[in-house]
T-cell receptor
Framework: DGGITQSPKYLFRKEGQNVTLSCEQN?????MYWYRQDPGQGLRLIYY???????QKGDIAEGYSVSREKKESFPLTVTSAQKNPTAFYLC???????????FGPGTRLTVL | GDSVTQMEGPVTLSEEAFLTINCTYT??????LFWYVQYPGEGLQLLLK???ADDKGSNKGFEATYRKETTSFHLEKGSVQVSDSAVYFC???????????WGAGTKLIIKP
């Protein structure tokens, strides 16, 4: 079945450490997105990529970095510069249905 | 800029009650409109969509009508079930990059 996988589901890190969240898709989609979700809030766009080897900052890119070396993969690194990284992170890809997006199951990051 | 406003939650209803979750938007042009649902600990799933004025999206007993005159896309269901308990997000897509503008989400709690 086609879809988006994110790993791990839960991630813990110590303050000052970088951590990389995985996002893989087998939908053959060109575009991929990373969102951050905080309790009781909507989704905020961190980074997006429209094509391999290209990506753009979203609304809250500070403290994050991404790469897009393969069409299937769009990993997100949460760096130590991110002041408040504890959140739920969602990876998504447009389905082509008038702009709808298909989401992965998410990774919950907790900084200890 | 474009924006989406949803009614604040949580919304608490008894099983078999009628549901309305309000969503209004501000946008230039003719956006597509979406409702997504998020069950606890999971990613978002597309619930329904509408791409032009007067379109009605429907799925799993939920409906929403694209009202351009009132810039609204209210979500309705005639008889809710405990399994409908989730967070519901309204969103719009208006540009060619398939970026979505999100509401803050409305938590729905259905009591047996």
């Amino acid at each position: 079945d086609g879809g988006i996988t994110q790993s791990p589901k839960y991630l813990f890190r110590k303050e000052g450490q970088n951590v990389t969240l995985s996002c893989e898709q087998n939908l053959n989609h060109d575009a991929m997105y990373w969102y951050r979700q905080d309790p009781g809030q909507g989704l905020r766009l961190i980074y997006y990529s429209q094509i391999v080897n290209d990506f753009q900052k979203g609304d809250i890119a500070e403290g994050y970095s991404v790469s897009r070396e393969k069409k299937e993969s769009f990993p997100l690194t949460v760096t130590s510069a991110q002041k408040n990284p504890t959140a739920f992170y969602l990876c998504a890809s447009p389905t082509g249905l008038a702009g709808a997006q298909f989401f992965g199951p998410g990774t919950r990051l907790t900084v200890l | 800029g474009d924006s989406v406003t949803q009614m604040e939650g949580p919304v608490t209803l008894s099983e078999e009650a009628f549901l309305t979750i309000n969503c209004t938007y501000t946008a230039t042009g003719y956006p597509s409109l979406f409702w997504y649902v998020q069950y606890p600990g999971e990613g978002l799933q597309l619930l329904l969509k509408a791409t032009k004025a007067d379109d009605k999206g429907s799925n799993k007993g939920f409906e929403a009508t694209y009202r351009k005159e009132t810039t609204s896309f209210h979500l309705e269901k005639g008889s809710v079930q405990v399994s409908d308990s989730a967070v519901y997000f309204c969103a719009l897509s208006g540009n060619s990059n398939y970026q979505l503008i999100w509401g803050a989400g409305t938590k729905l709690i259905i009591k047996p």
